[in-house]
C-alpha cells in the first residue's frame, strides 16, 4: 500500500500532524487540510485513494463533505473513512447514510486506524 494517496480533513492542528507523521511513517502521501472546502479543492486537483474526515468542522460538517463526494461520478469511489470524538449510533447511521465506508472515534489506536485503511484499499 506504500505511496497510496490519503486526504486527511482535521480542524486540530496536533491531530492532523500526529495523523500525518503517522501515515507518512507508514508509506502513505499524505495532504492535510483543515476544513471541508479545503477538502473539496484538494479533491478536484487529485483525487485521493481514501479520504480520512473528521465530522466537526468548523464549515461544513463531515457529513456534508461525504454526500457530496459520494453523489459526484467524478470522487463517488473514494473511500471515506470518518474520525471523529462522536461516539452515538445516530453519528454512526448518519455516516452510513451519507456514504462513509468506515467509523473510527477518537481516541484511536494506531494500529486499528492502519488496519482499516489497509482492509480498505485492499477492496
Not at 457530496?68 to 471523529?84: F, G, L, Q, S
Request: charged share 30%; with cysteine.
Amino acid at each position: 500500500m506504500p505511496g497510496k494517496k490519503i486526504l486527511l480533513v482535521e480542524d486540530q492542528e496536533s491531530l492532523l500532524k500526529l495523523e500525518s507523521i503517522l501515515l507518512t511513517s507508514r508509506g502513505f502521501e499524505v495532504r492535510g487540510v483543515s476544513d471541508g472546502q479545503a477538502a473539496l479543492a484538494a479533491i478536484e486537483e487529485d483525487i485521493p485513494d481514501l479520504m480520512l474526515l473528521d465530522i466537526m468542522l468548523p464549515d461544513l460538517d463531515g457529513f456534508e463533505i461525504c454526500r457530496m463526494i459520494k453523489e459526484k461520478e467524478r470522487t463517488r469511489k473514494i473511500p471515506i473513512i470518518m474520525v471523529t470524538a462522536r461516539k452515538s449510533r445516530m453519528d454512526v447511521q448518519l455516516s452510513k447514510e451519507a456514504g462513509a465506508d468506515a467509523y473510527i472515534t477518537k481516541p484511536f489506536k494506531s494500529a486499528m486506524l492502519i488496519e482499516t485503511i489497509q482492509k480498505i484499499l485492499a477492496r
